[in-house]
């Protein structure tokens, strides 16, 4: 892991495909930051005419855009990633926000720690879900065999996220497999308290379809990172993570569940032992029977269109 120079220059990452309705507020939020930053669009074979029309008016006005067929959001992410020679890359997802200083406050952490893979904050939901998801503090090489704890719209240093591989994983869980790349070769994260991005919660996002194939996804972690997985006694004693959290997760891993139950059951014990339990949980909750109703509104005979029975 090389030493980078005292101040690096940030490039923000956004993948699209057909996410025209929401691309200009996610560049836009990208724009307002005080920091500057080299933005790409990746347009990963768009076949929506708005949203390829969107594209061609934002590299008329400057911005950075790259195609390519549709290979999905890993891949698209390290075009985006090999594309610029910025020393920090931000990954967001075209229906996300940069939060207001966002990138300057997860710069000055980069800056401060040369030898620091990534930084990250809290995370602000809108959509069906409003709510704070506060930061954890480290990449936790234990936890984090355990349970995603660290979210995708962060500020990683270019030269870490390429030392390990970049986003790999094709069909999910990428930034999972990533994070977990990261702890195996050592390197560190640091979170920051404050609201760094603002996360879209809306149904039919890719990460709740990847959530309905978890016990797939953590096979193939396992496969992929197997000494990380036989290392979790050497670094749960060596963990920063609650004393609470060290004896439920691999109590929760033992039970005769499915790996989605274990994995559900695991997010409430983190939730609860940080300190932000009853607030998240409540407003999953609202939000799971927001779109339950949804559904049933759907499927539900007279609530069809005139003409549609």
């Not at 985006?80 to 229906?95: I, Q």
Request: hydrophobic share 40%; glycine share 8%.
């Amino acid at each position: 892991m090389g030493q980078k120079r005292a101040r690096g220059s940030v490039a923000v990452v956004i993948p699209c495909f057909n996410d025209g309705a929401t691309l200009v507020d996610a560049v836009a939020s990208a724009q307002s930051q005080d920091v500057p930053a080299e933005i790409i669009v990746v347009d990963d074979g768009s076949t929506d005419h708005a949203t390829i029309a969107l594209t061609e008016l934002l590299e008329a006005d400057g911005i950075r855009v790259i195609r390519q067929a549709n290979e999905g959001p890993a891949p698209a992410r390290m075009a985006g990633v090999r594309a610029t020679e910025a020393d920090y890359v931000f990954p967001l997802d075209a229906d996300d926000l940069i939060a207001p200083r966002g990138l300057e406050r997860l710069t000055a952490v980069l800056d401060r720690n040369p030898d620091v893979a990534a930084a990250w904050g809290s995370i602000q939901s809108f959509g069906h879900l409003e709510h704070v998801h506060r930061s954890r503090p480290t990449l936790d090489p234990w936890q984090v065999s355990y349970q995603n704890h660290l979210p995708i719209c962060s500020l990683y240093r270019r030269e870490a996220v390429l030392d390990v591989g970049g986003w790999q994983l094709p069909g999910g869980y990428e930034d999972w497999d990533l994070w977990m790349s990261l702890a195996e070769r050592g390197w560190r994260g640091i979170g920051i308290p404050d609201v760094t991005a603002h996360y879209r919660a809306q149904s039919g996002r890719r990460l709740s379809r990847s959530s309905g194939r978890h016990a797939e996804r953590m096979t193939r972690l396992r496969a992929r990172h197997q000494s990380l997985f036989a290392e979790r006694g050497r670094n749960r004693r060596s963990s920063p993570a609650p004393r609470m959290l060290k004896i439920a997760l691999p109590m929760i891993d033992a039970l005769p569940l499915s790996p989605t139950r274990k994995r559900l059951l695991g997010g409430a014990v983190t939730h609860v032992t940080y300190g932000n339990g009853l607030g998240t949980l409540m407003a999953r909750y609202r939000a799971h029977r927001l779109l339950r109703a949804q559904r049933v509104l759907k499927d539900t005979p007279w609530c069809a269109s005139p003409g549609s029975r």
